[in-house]
């Protein structure tokens, strides 16, 4: 199973980014999709996550209202638009592929893409 991230970059304070996950049409169709934050030094934390059929959505509380989740199941990619980016958001964006949308943790992700780096300039 694959999963390719994109969409990262250099953004000042106040700004919008959407990054997306590309997978394979089988792993798509079966998987919670996630994303989660890597600060430097620090371990990964939760942001987003999405059930397999898109009606369900979980969000870490400090993103609500800034960052959306959402599926596209003809493209097999999952997005997550970001606004109102604050500093504190830097790090490097990992999406996951699992099978329970309601878990934070990521030991409840079977698979991951290999990032893209954020980061939020003030």
């Known amino acids: 199973v694959q999963l390719q991230a994109s969409g990262g970059g250099l953004v000042q304070a106040g700004g919008s980014l959407r990054l997306s996950c590309t997978t394979s049409?089988?792993?798509?169709?079966?998987?919670?999709m996630a994303w989660f934050r890597q600060a430097p030094g620090k371990g990964r934390e939760f942001v987003a996550s999405?059930?397999?059929?898109?009606?369900?959505?979980n969000y870490r509380d400090s993103r609500k209202g800034r960052f959306t989740i959402s599926r596209d199941s003809v493209k097999n990619t999952v997005y997550l638009q970001m606004n109102s980016l604050k500093p504190e958001d830097t790090g490097v964006y990992y999406c996951?592929?699992?099978?329970?949308?309601?878990?934070?943790?990521?030991?409840?992700?079977?698979?991951w893409g290999q990032g893209t780096q954020v980061t939020v300039s003030s």
């Open positions: 999405i059930h397999w059929n898109g009606d369900s959505t």
């Open positions: 996951a592929a699992g099978a329970n949308y309601g878990c934070s943790g990521d030991g409840c992700y079977l698979y």
């Open positions: 049409e089988g792993t798509f169709s079966s998987y919670a």
